[in-house]
C-alpha cells in the first residue's frame, strides 16, 4: 500500500512540473517552451505547437507573464540577407482543423523586460489570449539554447 501511494504520488509530481500541453477546447498547446537567457538579457523567446481542433479559425492575439514588462507574438523573416523581427498586428491566425507553429526563425512569443533570467529547467507560466478561446494559462518549461521538441515539429 505504502509502495503504491508513493509511485502515484511520484507519477503525480512528476506530471505537475512538466508542462507538455495546455488545453481550451478546441485548442491544444503542445511542447511549450522558452529558451534559456544569460543573467543580463533583457529579452527572451517562447516556442510551441498551437493546434485547433476546431471548425472556426482562430486568433492569438497577445500574451502576458509576471516575468516580463510585456509578451508580444513577433515574425521573423529574412529579407536580402538581414533578419527581421516585428510584431504581429491582429493577431496570429490557428486556422480550423490545422495548427500553427511557434519557432525559431517564423513565429514565436518575444518577452520584453524580462524582470529576471530564464534558467534551464524553470516552469514560467505566460496566458496566451486568444479571440474566440480567450485566455488560456499556459506552463512554459525553459529549456537550453539548442533545444529540440520531440519530432522537431516546431524547432529550429
Known sequence: MIKTMTIALAIAATAAAAPASAVAAPLRIETPWLRETPPAARTGAGYALIRNAGRREDRLLDARSTVAERVEVHSMTMDGGIMRMRPVTGGLAVPAG???????????????????????????????????AGELPVRFRVE?????????????
Open 98 to 132: 490545422g495548427a500553427v507553429a511557434l519557432r525559431s526563425g517564423g513565429y514565436h512569443l518575444m518577452l520584453m523586460g524580462l524582470k529576471r533570467p530564464l534558467r534551464r529547467g524553470d516552469v514560467v507560466e505566460i496566458r496566451l489570449r486568444f479571440a474566440h
Open 144 to 156: 537550453p539554447i539548442d533545444f529540440r521538441p520531440e519530432g522537431g515539429q516546431h524547432g529550429r
